[in-house]
């Protein structure tokens, strides 16, 4: 709780430069803030984003907002990412842009395997150009493309990512995308739905070793809280693969999918079904809220694994039930359109405590 308390000491300052903006009258649309976060897989991380939101065009779409930063963590691991949310046309299109390059070196203990040592090298791009096809419905296509290459730090690294049947990829994939998003603040919902299915494909012809699919859906709800400015957020989220799906390509407990607390990677399995909630409580006259959440997940399925002499798999023995739950500060940094500076202390069903000084809700 110290460390919790000492994060939220580092927030303080910006809500007195944020007052000071406000007495300007105008809201600068460059942001800089701090990344901080410490997991047991990774250690602890620093680093920087940017939050700049600006118009796409003349119309009265949502602000558009590109995020660009890195972040270097104690065990030698980086990343650097670009994502670029792009509104236009009266909210008509949206044009969503990820880049990222990672080297991360995963560390954790394995109740088989022991002190597990090993590197991914990874270099990934995708692309999701939606249009809206009627009031609230949007229909798109995601495009990717990922470069992972795997390397054992030790032999226990060396033997997991064996028998876990890790391997480099080099693939492409393409997809069919429908959603419904009612949702008037993009960066602050509230009493609104916003629900995406997805249905992915990486063929052999670009670059995959056997046809494999997976499934997404993705469901959100925002209520009003018990308060006129409080939310009170939902979310379902499921990921279904096929028999032939490589490692990378399964569904992951992590903030990204479901589940703070929860290093992406280490934790996976063909199929994946979560559920969380957080209740937003927004502190009077102030740029500051309080949450709570708590989330349950159930991985199940395996992997693809090995094979034995015999012909059958050897299959991870990640499958099985998971929560969260956790508490945290928001700090808001762009008043108008409500993008947050979110500060979350998270514990899991596996007794690891995480905390993660990040841009934007969790979901």
């Known amino acids: 709780m110290k460390i919790f308390t000492y994060l939220l000491l580092l927030i303080v300052p910006l809500q007195i430069f944020g007052q000071e903006i406000d007495s300007i009258k105008t809201e600068k649309n460059f942001k800089i803030v701090p990344l901080i976060t410490s997991t047991p897989l990774m250690g602890w991380g620093v680093g920087a984003s940017t939050s700049y939101l600006y118009n796409a065009d003349k ?8 995020n660009v930063g890195g972040q270097y963590s104690s065990t030698k691991s980086y990343s650097l990412f670009a994502k670029n949310n792009l509104w236009f046309n009266d909210n008509g299109v949206l044009s969503s842009t990820n880049v990222m390059y990672s080297d991360i070196n995963n560390e954790f203990e394995d109740d088989e395997f022991g002190d597990v040592k090993y590197k991914i090298n990874s270099f990934i791009i995708a692309e999701v150009l939606m249009f809206r096809v009627a009031n609230n419905i949007y229909i798109g296509a995601p495009l990717s493309y990922k470069s992972l290459t795997y390397t054992p730090n030790n032999d226990e690294g060396k033997d997991f990512m064996e028998k876990n049947g890790f391997r480099d990829e080099h693939t492409g994939g393409y997809g069919f995308m429908a959603r419904y998003d009612s949702r008037k603040n993009k960066y ?13 494909n990486n063929p052999e012809w670009l670059g995959s070793v056997n046809n494999y699919y997976s499934f997404v859906v993705d469901a959100r709800y925002y209520a009003k809280g018990f308060r006129a400015n409080d939310v009170w957020a939902w979310q379902f989220y499921g990921q279904y693969c096929t028999d032939k799906t490589p490692d990378s390509g399964l569904p992951t407990l992590s903030g990204k999918s479901i589940l703070r607390g929860y290093p992406a990677g280490q ?8 559920a969380q909630t ?21 991985m199940s399925g395996g992997s693809i694994g090995i094979t034995d002499e015999d012909g059958n798999h050897q299959y991870r023995e990640d499958d099985g039930w998971y929560s969260a739950e956790g508490i945290g500060v928001r700090y808001i940094l762009q008043q108008v359109t409500g993008v947050d500076l979110r500060l979350d202390l998270v514990h899991t069903s596996e007794g690891q405590i995480s905390f993660y000084l990040k841009l934007n809700q969790a979901f």
């Open 188 to 200: 602050y919902p509230s009493n609104s739905a916003w629900i995406t299915a997805i249905v992915n």
């Open 59 to 66: 119309s009265n779409a949502s602000k558009s907002q590109l």
């Open 267 to 274: 934790f996976k399995a063909k199929y994946q079904s979560g």
């Open 278 to 298: 957080e209740y937003r409580y927004t502190i009077s006259n102030s740029r500051f809220r309080l949450v709570g959440f708590f989330g349950i997940a159930n």
